[in-house]
């Protein structure tokens, strides 16, 4: 077993804060530390679009520059929906929601333990919520009746002397 280290523990942090202000959805953190050799949390989140996504890894970039963290690698292929930051202890994955739902990361390291994000950022605790949202029913629109149409006016034509 390989020890969690108290400045990866932070630096996830860091990164969970900065993500939550820049309302990044669907936070989780897992600790990948008895499973990966390579790193020890990943950072798991949702952009809401394409601009968002950019935006996000670059505001990640100068977290970690301002912090002195070397990058190992940020890959952004163009139009993938998939942004990775590897910090080497921390990597960080951003998708667009379809492209999370695809690859199902939370999935793949299901062995791995879930961190409590609401708690590692000091908030209250909240209803965890689903990454897949489930379609709700939507209630059939009332059929108004006709109305019936208005009587046009008689006009009387008058002739003029």
Same mark, same amino acid.
């Given at each position: 077993?390989?020890?969690?280290?108290?400045?990866?523990?932070?630096?996830?942090?860091?990164?969970?804060?900065?993500?939550?202000?820049?309302?990044?959805?669907?936070?989780?953190?897992?600790?990948?530390?008895?499973?990966?050799?390579?790193?020890?949390?990943?950072?798991?989140g949702t952009?809401?679009?394409s601009p968002h996504l950019r935006a996000l890894r *670059?505001?990640? =970039?100068?977290?970690? #520059? &301002?912090?002195? +963290?070397? /990058? *190992?690698?940020? =890959?952004?292929?163009? #139009? &993938?929906?998939? +942004?990775? /930051?590897?910090?080497?202890?921390?990597?960080v994955h951003l998708f667009l929601s379809e492209t999370r739902e695809r690859y199902g990361l939370e999935r793949l390291w299901r062995d791995a333990s879930e961190v409590n994000v609401g708690k590692l950022l000091g908030l209250a605790p909240t209803k965890k919520i689903p990454l897949v949202k489930k379609p709700q029913s939507k209630a059939k629109a009332k059929v108004k009746a006709k109305a019936k149409p208005k009587p046009t006016p008689v006009r009387k034509v008058t002739k003029s002397k």
């Open positions: 077993m390989k020890p969690t280290t108290q400045a990866a523990l932070e630096l996830t942090k860091a990164c969970c804060r900065l993500l939550d202000e820049k309302k990044a959805e669907h936070l989780a953190v897992l600790d990948v530390s008895e499973q990966s050799s390579i790193t020890d949390f990943l950072i798991v952009a809401t679009s *670059v505001e990640l =970039e100068k977290l970690l #520059d &301002s912090q002195k +963290v070397h /990058l *190992v690698g940020v =890959e952004a292929p163009q #139009d &993938s929906g998939w +942004v990775v /930051l590897d910090a080497f202890d921390v990597m």
